[in-house]
């Protein structure tokens, strides 16, 4: 066998083996395309703890499902739990639940551990007022003033740990 039939017989084996990988290599970029879109547009779970949002969400943590459709379109609302951006440290999400909405007038206890002296004021356009439901363990729009639109990351829907708690997140 010549230098040139071995050099065709080797390309025939690879154009084969190169036409098997380029197959494998489409289907994983199809997957990594549809689990990039579900994680940043559609749903992701998150993990989740601290004190600040006692009773509604245990201390230890809890794996909850957050989906992202809703603060994109604008579909939240007074009473949604949402998971947030923090606006003083962008590397760290907070989870809160929405009080007002732009133009809504809040009324808040300033420091409830200290006194009953409370606080209005109206929601600027573009933001939303989030507290934590335990007042006295929560650093939130209380302490940082209205929350950007923009900062909200998607509206907690389900909880999936720990399984005594599994199911939708009440009100």
Known sequence: MTTTAKLLQ?????????????????????????????????????????????????FTGDVLLVEKMSTLLGKVAPGDVVLVRSPENPRKTITK???????????F???????DRSHSLVVPKGHVWIQGD???ASHDSRH????????????????????????????
């Open 10 to 58: 080797f390309a025939r084996q690879w154009k084969s083996t190169a036409k098997e990988m380029l197959g494998h290599t489409i289907v994983l970029a199809k997957f990594f395309s549809l689990l990039h879109l579900t994680e940043n547009y559609i749903c992701s779970p998150t993990l989740v703890y601290g004190p600040s949002m006692l009773p509604t969400l245990n």
């Open 144 to 171: 940082v003033g209205p929350i950007p639109y923009g900062l909200l990351l998607g509206k907690v829907f389900y909880r999936v740990w720990p399984p005594r708690d599994f199911g939708p997140l009440g009100q």
């Open 97 to 107: 639940r929405i009080i007002g909405m732009e133009g809504d007038t809040v009324t």
């Open 134 to 136: 335990n007042l006295y």
């Open 109 to 115: 206890l300033v420091d409830p551990t200290r006194s």
